[in-house]
């Protein structure tokens, strides 16, 4: 059997329960192939694979609170701290009430090549908790978050693991948790980022992963001679990616003409209203139903649906299995020409492999929505500088990396002869430099 094949076997063995996982280190592993067989001899005796699989350490915890009624609460922390051989840990901490420790590790595992992709300092984690903000007055969001820095603390800091946002998890979140670590430590230091402008955060980190996923998506069909300007997109979701992705996807001419939430899809034919999704899910915190009050001529559908639609460019940002194989199918069908990933793994192997196959370009998570954590790195760099760079500046250098990305990941593509596959691609890219550093600082 293969060294890949033993290890995805080991991995499947060792973490039952853990599909999610599963599927990550299979997508991973699969598209590292042509560079493990090559060093098969080497990385087997070094046990490579079996440690790039292995979190260096992970934390599960409980944090308890009180809702505003007086009943008490427990909900499950996480931290898995991955892989720090490029830099400190870093990755977000997602608040949903699917979360547990097979998603928290197949987050973390794509977070390594990820932070490698964006050719910054930075290893591979993720956190969460079980926790749904969703329905909670602010003084239970602040309860909460308190409590799971309580715990958190003590592993975290500027040079060991520096967590940020993700689902669940905005700006209101990252305060309340800065403000616990403060108060806990008495350090004020970089060890948060999305964090406020007022208190060390950086401009451009709130659009940074939907803006970067444009910037990555225009690349590609550049690289392809096609221009993005005047094509039409689905977006899902309606969170931070997906309204920034639609902000930036329209200021380069782009149509977007959907946009979901976990109950229901909204189709705009003169293009999602930017303003009014802002109003509805950043100040409001309210359901797409209400989108309909302000574009009268949109339609509202509850369920899935958004990959039904005809357009050019398919661009998933909400969640992880959110595009199937038949959503794929669909997509093939109405003439879609690219999918770039705006979540992490929301398309499923088949679905991605089907799309592969019927020649759609296809740019994955770990590339395409890099601009997030890219920019955090970048929140790091001025914290420790105690500087802050204009917009203007981290968007210039937030463009470079997207674009630098690409470029990466289409080489090492071309190099093992994958040409245009940039799962394969990315993979090989993000684990090149991993690698090299986890050999040269030996058995650890
Ligand atoms: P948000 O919480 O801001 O938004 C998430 C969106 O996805 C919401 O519209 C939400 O709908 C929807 N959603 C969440 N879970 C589900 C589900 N199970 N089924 C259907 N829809 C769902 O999160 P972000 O925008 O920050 O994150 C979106 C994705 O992008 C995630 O995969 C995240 O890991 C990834 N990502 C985020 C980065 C960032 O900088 N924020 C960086 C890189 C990747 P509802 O409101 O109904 O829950």
New binding site residues.
């Given amino acids: 059997m293969s060294y890949v094949d033993e290890i995805i076997e080991a991995v499947v063995a060792k973490n039952p329960s853990e599909p999610e996982f599963h599927q990550a280190v299979k997508e991973v592993l699969e598209s590292l192939r042509p560079v493990v067989d090559a060093n098969e001899e080497k990385f087997r005796r070094e046990a490579l694979l079996e440690r790039l699989v292995e979190p260096e350490r992970q934390l599960k915890f409980r944090v308890p609170w009180v809702d505003d009624k007086g009943q008490a609460h427990v909900n499950t922390g996480y931290r898995v701290q991955f892989n720090s051989a490029i830099g400190p840990y870093k990755g977000?901490l997602?608040l949903?009430p699917?979360v547990n420790l097979g998603i928290i590790k197949f987050?973390g595992f794509e977070q390594i090549f990820?932070n490698s992709l964006t050719g910054l300092p930075i290893g591979g984690g993720k956190g969460g908790s079980d926790f749904d903000p969703?329905g909670k007055s602010d003084r239970e969001i602040m309860a909460f978050c308190q409590s799971f820095m309580t715990e958190l603390y003590r592993h975290i800091g500027e040079n060991t693991d520096v967590p940020?946002?993700?689902?669940?998890?905005?700006a209101r979140e990252i305060g309340y948790l800065y403000g616990q670590y403060k108060r806990l430590t008495g350090r004020y230091e970089g060890v948060l980022t999305?964090k406020g402008l007022s208190y060390g955060g950086s401009l451009a980190?709130t659009e940074?992963?939907?803006y970067g996923l444009l910037y990555l998506t225009k690349e590609m069909l550049k690289m392809n001679g096609i221009d993005i300007a005047g094509k039409t997109a689905a977006v899902?979701?309606?969170?931070?990616?997906?309204?920034y992705a639609i902000e930036k996807a329209q200021q380069l001419g782009v149509k977007v003409l959907t946009?979901?939430?976990?109950?229901g899809w909204v189709y705009d034919p003169e293009g999602i209203d930017v303003a009014a999704l802002k109003e509805i899910?950043e100040v409001k915190r309210a359901?797409?139903t209400e989108y309909k009050n302000y574009r009268p001529n949109s339609e509202y559908h509850e369920g899935?649906g958004v990959w039904s639609v005809k357009v050019d460019l398919g661009l998933p940002?909400?969640?992880?299995n959110?595009l199937l194989l038949e959503d794929a199918k669909q997509l093939v069908e109405n003439g879609c020409i690219a999918v770039a990933e705006?979540?992490?793994?929301?398309t499923t192997l088949e679905a991605t492999e089907y799309l592969q196959q019927h020649g759609i370009l296809f740019a994955p998570?770990k590339a395409a929505?890099?601009?997030?954590?890219a920019?955090?790195a970048l929140e790091m760099s001025q914290n420790s500088e105690r500087l802050s760079w204009t917009f203007e500046e981290v968007d210039a250098k937030l463009q470079g990396i997207m674009v630098n990305i690409c470029h990466n990941m289409a080489d090492a593509a071309e190099r093992y002869g994958y040409a245009k596959n940039y799962v394969v691609g990315a993979n090989i890219a993000g684990f090149e430099k991993v690698v090299n550093a986890m050999l040269a600082q030996g058995i650890c």
Avoid: F, Y
Avoid at 236 to 243: D, H, L, P, Q
Avoid at 317 to 320: F, G
């Fill in positions: 977000g997602r949903h699917s987050l990820k969703k940020a946002g993700d689902i669940g998890t905005g999305g980190r940074a992963t939907g899902s979701g309606s969170g931070n990616v997906a309204i946009c979901s939430d976990s109950n899910k359901r797409l899935r940002c909400a969640t992880q959110e705006g979540a992490n793994m929301p998570g929505n890099a601009g997030g954590v920019t955090s």
